[in-house]
């Protein structure tokens, strides 16, 4: 039971083994073969050479003894050199094959360790090969699914000091006796109060969009009529900051099967962050339009425009191109990220273009056309 333990208790053990094994039943076989059939052959041979060498018994029988002693020398030295032969490549295969497993096992046991930067080295093209490189490609996921997630911790962490902090130092005031107890000062905390539930439907709406999780309730609509009560629900805001609101709207109907509730969000970030970017006395587009059997609906700023790299980064998670200057509105940088996982759930998609830096900039998504 030992000796089987021992020889298969490793992958490279069993190939060699397994090689071993083939070689020496050949061996058997020739041998055998060899004992049984060479007196026949030889009798034969030795009786078709009568007319040669006479019919002498002493005579006949040397020769057979001759013969039969060389074949087996011959043998023994044929079956020595295969023995050799088979141990010789058979350590070969078998390093071969557990090399680069071995490797990978050493590589599996640092990733299961926590060490993500690890990779398997592979040098042969064959199906091991071929393993180690999907081996690797996994373990580039699980790296950056890690360096995501604790990059998510830490910007979370971030976004929740700030609103704490300020009703950590409200509370404080008002306990000196810097800040009074009144209107004003409850009134802030409630504003910072605010922005904490709001960051937290947030991170709830981001983590169902990242899971690919988003609800949704399709029901056949009007776009055009969502447009027009976004705008009017927005408007005054607009007015407040005097940016000049504008709609623009194809006479007929648009019809689509979505979300409404989903898309009426997705314009309420992106009208939210065109009154945001857009400095006072700017002007703001609504629009949308059919084009083949796709809708397109896009908001149109003069406001501050995004650089190329700027453009490449708005859809990640917590990116805000200044981060002072998004913090003062509130922004936490996931609304862009939620929308465009909101409007590829229904299988379109959200992109964005500026022509530079103060020249505004226009964000658009597309929509399935319902006929
Ligand atoms: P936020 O809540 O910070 O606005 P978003 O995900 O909606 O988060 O936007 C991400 C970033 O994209 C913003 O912080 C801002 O820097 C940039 N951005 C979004 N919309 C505009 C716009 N219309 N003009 C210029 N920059 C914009």
């Not at 069993?14 to 039943?25: A, D, E, R, T, Y």
């Not at 071929?130 to 699980?142: S, T």
């Not at 699914?145 to 911790?153: A, F, G, K, P, Q």
Request: charged share 20%.
């Amino acid at each position: 039971m030992k000796i089987k333990e021992l020889l298969t208790s490793r992958l490279g053990r069993k190939i060699f083994v397994s090689h071993l094994i083939v070689i020496g039943v050949g061996v058997v076989i020739l041998l055998l073969t060899a004992r049984l059939q060479a007196p026949y052959a030889l009798n034969q041979h030795i009786r078709q050479m009568e007319h040669l060498i006479g019919e002498s018994d002493v005579l006949r029988q040397n020769l057979m003894n001759t013969f039969q002693a060389a074949l087996n020398e011959v043998l023994l030295i044929a079956a020595s050199g295969a023995l050799l032969a088979a141990v010789i490549i058979s350590s070969f295969v078998a390093w071969r094959i557990v090399f680069p497993i071995r490797s990978m096992i050493k590589t599996v046991v640092q990733i299961a360790d926590g060490d993500y930067r690890q990779r398997a080295h592979f040098v042969w093209d064959d199906e091991i090969g071929e393993l180690a490189q999907n081996f690797n490609r996994m373990a580039e996921e699980l790296h950056s699914t890690e360096t995501r997630r604790i990059e998510l911790i830490g910007n979370v962490a971030h976004e929740l000091r700030t609103p704490l902090a300020s009703m950590r130092s409200l509370m404080e005031g008002m306990i000196d006796g810097v800040l009074p107890a009144d209107f004003s000062t409850y009134s802030a905390v409630q504003t910072e109060l605010t922005r904490l539930q709001r960051l937290v439907g947030d991170l709830e709406n981001l983590s169902q969009a990242e899971s690919g999780q988003i609800k949704l309730n399709i029901k056949e609509f009007d776009l055009n009529n969502l447009l027009e009560q976004v705008v009017l629900r927005l408007k005054p805001q607009f007015s407040e900051k005097q940016i000049d609101l504008k709609i623009e709207l194809p006479e007929s109907a648009l019809r689509v099967k979505a979300d409404r509730e989903r898309i009426q969000q997705v314009l309420i970030n992106l009208l939210g962050n065109a009154l945001q970017y857009t400095p006072p006395h700017g002007s703001v587009q609504i629009y949308a339009e059919s084009k083949h059997d796709m809708i397109v609906c896009g908001v149109e700023d003069n406001g501050i425009g995004l650089s190329d790299s700027e453009i490449d980064q708005i859809f990640e998670r917590f990116y805000r191109v200044d981060k002072s200057r998004s913090r003062v509105g509130g922004g936490s940088g996931i609304g862009l990220t939620i929308a465009h996982h909101i409007i590829k759930a229904h299988g379109g998609s959200l992109q964005a273009e500026s022509p530079g830096l103060h020249r505004g900039s226009r964000f658009y998504f597309t929509l399935p056309l319902n006929n």
